[in-house]
């Protein structure tokens, strides 16, 4: 059974940085697209970064230039570096992955359970 662990999370004033990562573990054939997206209280779950298996990444317009998201295709995990962090990316962060098993052919998407991310003002 596939799962994905986030960590790295934690208290961060801003202007600070953290890095998470995310590792996907259990009878995986192989790994495809891979992001974070967070979830701050009160609001709906939003995109924050994707990475292809290739390689090539989107942000979202509120972190263009402030985080950069990364992979090791090796290990299966992909990494969220945070820099000059703001009050407001405040939130968790889940990893997602779509992943093809060696009992399923098919792509499948998987979520993590989630790391806390607070940055204090």
């Known amino acids: 059974q596939v799962q994905l662990v986030e960590s790295g999370g934690g208290l961060v004033q801003a202007g600070g940085s953290l890095r998470l990562s995310c590792a996907a573990s259990g009878g995986i054939f192989s790994s495809h697209a891979m992001g974070w997206y967070r979830q701050a209280p009160g609001k709906q779950r939003e995109l924050v970064a994707t990475?292809?298996?290739?390689?090539?990444?989107t942000y979202s317009d509120s972190v263009k230039g402030r985080f950069t998201i990364s992979r090791d295709n090796a290990k299966n995990t992909v990494y969220l570096q945070m820099n000059s962090l703001k009050p407001e990316d405040t939130g968790v962060y889940y990893c997602n992955a779509q992943i093809t098993t060696v009992v399923n052919t098919n792509r499948m998407n998987y979520w993590g359970e989630g790391t806390l991310v607070t940055v204090s003002s």
């Open positions: 990475i292809s298996a290739a390689g090539t990444t």
